[in-house]
């Protein structure tokens, strides 16, 4: 093995190499593990790292893209391959200016764009989407770690609002082609068709490619809290907050808000709670942050969903908490370290 | 008595590990040579009462200083003096006292009657005076032990007698390679262990003593129980062992039940801690008049051939001591005491001296791994449940590597989860990586930072929290930016050089 890495390492020394050490240094250690040992207090490390972290997440994403693949058809590879190749080519230019390393980040943010998306997406809008997201969602703002919105939601908003009529058309049912068909939330909003839960559970319905097949969701969802990879915090109490809310608007007015069961197993709820608003670098680090990041979140989707022109709210209440994550951080962490007196 | 049960919401367990030691005592050569510092332990430099060339015994008191604070320091071998060096131990500088040898293991004690009795009237410890006691304790060195020493008549503790509140027997055993304590204390050594607590007590009589024990340790708890039925001010804290709860500073804030901040045990609190040797010591220097000349010290961890406990003189060098038992074909590290908080070993010839528990050897991990972030890892330590270990209890794996790249903070949140204090880890070490260096930062706890490394360990992008909040520390006092607990703590002490005295704890505060 440490051969190999020899022989490898060669590529450093080549001339015409030498502008793609980024990248030379990235599959390195991606291949080869590292080197690198610690220099003092503590003398071993935890063994996760960003690779192994991303991973679980994108491990808690298969059951969902191997469901899309399935009710779908092989377009969804296509899809998932133009958002990767594409934001991989952004991600891997920025890399090389600023002359750091390839963030694993990308990974998630790549494979979560396309699942958000209507079936029948046009591939160019899903490269124009995944760039746009990396771009302003996230590189402008300095890489990962530093952006303050969720890119792969970034590119989203950004494709709903400059192609609507695309949007719009691209849902289908499983299994049928050409015929598009509208999503549940949208045939509870024009008609109050209810779509019986089972088949909403298991994804027999209309929707983005990645949030039909809610079994699948919900155990990625607990995969992901149980590996410790996201705090159970902010899912828990946004799927709490719409469930009660619907509840008791479902009392006063049930022609508008569905019920919670209904309001649970729709739309992107699901996977915009698991996936999407848990994301560590776009919510409040503290935890009283997260709870109430998750309330707000709750409460915005609700409010969107029942009242506004638009039959579902989960993206937009998400990226609208995005922008309120410093704004929650810095009052809870003013709260918890306010000065007591005499405190020694 | 049996203290409440407390919830600890934070630290890590660390179970499990390949290297532990076994439990069973050899016996080391004595050296030719043994190099033994005059500042060992708790207190000031001692002055030599030897000159070269004199013959000296084993347990044979070779230099003390009954006006600064200090206790004796002992030969710890038959032989001759051979020369006086200055010596850097780990960043103390010291005289040393270098003695030759004749390699026999014969020793006397200090005490210059019988041991076995008071003055010449032949009685057992238990009517051993208070004074008695501690002029046991002072002379067999013994004194030297503990974060502020034992107090005694003597100038061997900064705190009188009377000053002391609270002793807080440490038996927790939450470092990697802390043996649990139903191993350590087994028949005879419980009872040792009993009578030293009660020699303590008799001469700290108002003071409470607590003893911290992992809640696990169920059998020993139940013993205790029973042997300190009738002690009212001997309580017994059944704790979560989790790291670092062993350390000093926390688990006074727990015993006592207050806030943790590192100054808890500086607030003049009369707050005194030991650990198990420290009592096993008392007893044997009080009841048998044994000098502090040997240490039970333990190699842990991978780098030795076989890991177990051996038994050496003070004044050895590492290199005797570990010699033959490392693993050859590798390059190992060694550590003092934990490889967690513990300082690396560079220098071997340097001796071993009265405080040593543990000389951890472990394998340095330059050398990469293939596609080692898609490993199930069955061998593998991690706080994510992310590898197979975590779930089956194989025997882990520990080394030096990084085990991944060091990329910006994705606020996972786990160095918070992890940590003892009120510390957001994250949120202070990114504002001094970023030079935002400034008062506020107090504001957010800065000072209550006990180094205990435990946010760098977990941290999946690898970033060296601990460091830079330390940093951070050291620029904050530089500016003359001081934790308020700190100047209360040196000004009511009205100690000069109450930092420098405090190397034996294990966390220099303050550097
Ligand atoms: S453990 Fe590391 S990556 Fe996670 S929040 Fe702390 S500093 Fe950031
Ligand atoms: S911030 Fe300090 S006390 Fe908290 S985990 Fe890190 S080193 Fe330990």
Request: charge should be neutral; aromatic fraction near 10%; proline fraction near 5%.
């Amino acid at each position: 093995m440490n051969k190999l890495r020899v022989r490898y390492q060669k590529l450093y020394k080549i001339k015409l190499l030498m502008h793609f050490t980024t990248i030379i240094r990235t599959i390195e250690g991606i291949l080869f593990g590292i080197s690198t040992v610690t220099e003092s207090a503590p003398h071993f490390r935890d063994n996760i790292d960003i690779k192994r972290y991303m991973s679980a997440a994108i491990i808690a994403l298969v059951p969902s893209t191997v469901a899309a693949i399935y009710f779908f058809g092989l377009r969804v590879i296509a899809m998932i391959i133009v958002s990767y190749i594409t934001g991989g080519i952004i991600e891997v230019l920025f890399a090389l200016v600023r002359k750091k390393d390839i963030e694993e980040g990308f990974l998630v943010t790549g494979l979560i764009f396309p699942l958000v998306l209507p079936p029948n997406t046009p591939l160019w809008v899903v490269a124009v989407g995944i760039a746009f997201g990396v771009v302003f969602g996230k590189e402008l703002f300095g890489g990962t770690g530093r952006n303050i919105f969720n890119p792969a939601l970034v590119g989203r908003l950004f494709i709903t609002i400059s192609f609507p009529q695309i949007m719009t058309s691209s849902y289908k049912l499983p299994f049928v082609d050409g015929v598009t068909s509208a999503t549940p939330l949208v045939l509870f909003k024009t008609s109050h068709t209810l779509t019986p839960w089972f088949q909403l559970l298991f994804g027999a319905t209309a929707g983005s490619m990645g949030e039909t097949f809610r079994i699948g969701i919900i155990i990625g969802g607990l995969f992901l809290i149980l590996t410790r990879t996201t705090d159970w915090r902010i899912p828990i109490f946004y799927i709490g907050t719409i469930l009660g809310l619907s509840w008791i608007g479902h009392i006063f007015i049930p022609d508008k808000i569905a019920s919670p069961l209904f309001q649970l197993l729709t739309g992107g709820l699901l996977f915009g709670a698991f996936f999407m608003a848990t994301d560590p670098v776009t919510s409040p680090f503290t935890r009283s942050g997260k709870v109430i990041f998750g309330l707000g979140i709750g409460i915005f989707t609700l409010l969107i969903r029942v009242f506004s022109g638009y039959a579902e709210g989960v993206m937009f209440s998400i990226i609208l908490m995005n922008g309120f994550t410093p704004l929650i951080d810095h009052i809870v962490l003013s709260i918890k370290y306010r000065p007591v007196e005499n405190e020694r | 008595m049996i203290a409440k049960r407390k919830r600890i919401g934070w630290g890590r367990s660390f179970k499990n590990f390949r290297g532990m030691p076994r439990k069973e005592i050899t016996d080391v050569d004595i050296p030719e040579k043994v190099i033994i510092p005059l500042k060992q332990g708790y207190g000031e430099e001692t002055e030599p009462i030897v000159e070269k060339g004199q013959k000296v015994l084993a347990g044979e008191i070779i230099a003390r200083n009954d006006n600064n604070i200090s206790s004796p320091v002992h030969s710890s071998v038959n032989g001759v003096i051979d020369d006086f060096i200055n010596l850097n131990f780990f960043g103390i500088k010291t005289t040393a006292v270098i003695i030759k040898s004749d390699k026999t293991r014969n020793w006397i004690s200090p005490l210059k009657e019988d041991v076995k009795t008071n003055h010449g009237n032949d009685v057992s410890w238990e009517s051993f005076s208070s004074e008695e006691i501690e002029r046991r304790i002072y002379l067999t060195g013994v004194s030297c032990l503990g974060n502020y020493g034992i107090p005694t008549h003597f100038k061997s503790s900064p705190m009188s007698t009377a000053d002391a509140n609270h002793i807080i027997i440490n038996c927790l055993d939450s470092d990697v390679y802390d043996l649990e304590m139903t191993e350590i204390l087994q028949n005879e050594e419980l009872s040792k262990f009993v009578v030293g607590i009660k020699l303590l007590k008799k001469i700290l009589p108002q003071a409470v003593a607590h003893i911290a024990i992992n809640k696990k340790s169920k059998n020993i708890i139940d013993k205790l129980e029973g042997l300190l039925d009738h002690e009212k001010d001997i309580i017994v804290h059944p704790l979560e062992s989790k790291y670092p709860i062993n350390l000093d500073p926390v688990v006074a804030g727990i015993v006592l039940d207050e806030k943790i901040s590192p100054y808890t045990i500086h607030q003049n609190k009369g707050i005194l801690i030991y650990d198990v040797s420290t009592i096993l010591n008392i007893y044997e220097g009080v009841v048998n008049g044994k000098p502090l000349i040997e240490r039970i010290v333990a190699l842990a961890g991978e780098g030795y051939i076989d890991s177990h406990f051996l038994r050496v003189r003070i004044g050895i060098s590492f290199d005797q001591i570990i010699n033959r038992n490392v693993k050859a074909g590798y390059d190992i590290r060694f550590i003092l005491e934990s490889p967690l908080w513990g300082e690396k070993i560079e220098d071997l010839s340097l001796p071993l001296d009265r405080t040593v528990n543990c000389i951890v050897g472990i394998v340095e991990g330059n050398k990469g791994e293939f596609l080692s972030f898609a490993r199930p890892g069955f061998t593998k330590d991690s706080y994510s449940r992310t590898f197979v270990a975590n779930f089956i209890p194989f025997k882990k794996h520990i080394d030096t590597n990084l085990h991944g790249e060091e990329r910006p903070c994705i606020f996972c949140g786990y160095c918070e989860d992890v940590c003892p204090v009120e510390v957001i880890p994250h949120f202070v070490a990114k504002h001094v990586e970023r030079n935002l260096i400034d008062d506020y930062l107090v504001k957010y706890k800065i000072f209550d930072c006990i180094e205990c490394h435990l946010c760098t360990y977990v941290c999946p992008s690898k970033i060296r929290i601990s460091d830079y909040i330390r940093e951070g520390k050291q620029s904050l006092i530089k500016m003359g930016i001081e934790d308020p607990g700190s100047k209360a703590f040196s000004n009511e002490m009205n100690l000069e050089n109450a930092d420098s005295l405090n190397k034996n704890n294990g966390e220099t505060i303050n550097e």
